[in-house]
Each structure stands twice: as structure tokens, then as C-alpha cells.
């Protein structure tokens, strides 16, 4: 058996500029990385990453994001919000899951608390991009975000706080 990383909540974070914060008090669902090239675009990057959060346990605590919505892949719709100042995102809403909010891991205060347990959109991701094998890995949309669920409750844990 492998010893589980111990995850203290709250869990701060915020944009660039710092006039958006916010506090998570639930542990996250999961964390992955999508390599489609709606994320590519949206990162400005290689690659964008989501860290899906019960929207209970996610709440604003400074700030006023602006929002942007599209349709994702799948047809449905998608909400954005990003700071109006520094132009940073910060979290998404999908309407797929109304009781989820993905937040953008690159804005956590802490960058190095957690690591993804998978990779989305491989068929579209850079071909410099190193890819674990022992990763839980999607050549698309999975029909399912389950098993990204189930290996990231093996990996953290809530401390019990005493
Ligand atoms: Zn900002
Ligand atoms: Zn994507």
C-alpha cells in the first residue's frame, strides 16, 4: 500500500494581478491536463490543465470575474472566468456538470501541491510534451471522468484536522 499525500484545506489562490481570490474548502475531485487545441489557445501555451472542485467547497472571497462562454466539444455550453485586469483565467464552468467548478491549477498560491493524474486530447498534444506512461490517458474527451477520479482519491487524502 502506498502512503497518500495529506492535503490541509483551505487551499488558496488568484489571478496575476491578485484583485481575484478565492478559497477552496472541499478537496478537489481530480486535476488533469487537456492537450485539445481549444486549451492550447486558451493557455497561451502547450497544454491547459483543470482542477475540478465541488462548487460548494469554491468560493470568491475578493474580486469580480468577467465572463466568456462558448460551446466545448461536445456542443455544450461553457462558462469562463477570467480576471478583466490581468486577463488571467481562473476557473471554467462546465454545463455538462452544473455541481463542479474547474479551476485553473496554474492560479493556486501553492503550484507544487499536486500533480495530474492524467492527459486529455493526446491525439492533439505537442509532440515535445512528455506524457507518463503510468498516467491515465485519453486520445479524446473520455465518455467518462471516473477513473481520473478514483486515481486521484489513491493519491490524496484530506488531513483530518484534530
Ligand atoms: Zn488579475
Ligand atoms: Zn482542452
Known sequence: MTLKSKITLPIYGGCQCQ??????????????VCHCTECQTQSTSGFGMSMPIPKSGFR????????WSRKSHSGREVKYAFCSECGIRVYHM??????IINVKPGTLDNKTMFEPVGNLWL?????WVYISPGAINFQQQPESFKSLYIAW??????????
Not at 462546465?94 to 455541481?99: D, I, L
Open 19 to 32: 484583485q481575484i481570490r478565492y478559497e477552496i474548502s472541499a478537496m478537489p475531485l481530480t486535476m488533469y
Open 60 to 67: 470568491l472571497i475578493q474580486g469580480n470575474p468577467k465572463i
Open 94 to 99: 462546465p454545463s455538462r456538470n452544473k455541481s
Open 123 to 127: 491525439k492533439s498534444a505537442q509532440s
Open 153 to 162: 482519491k489513491n493519491r490524496y487524502e484530506q488531513n483530518s484536522l484534530i
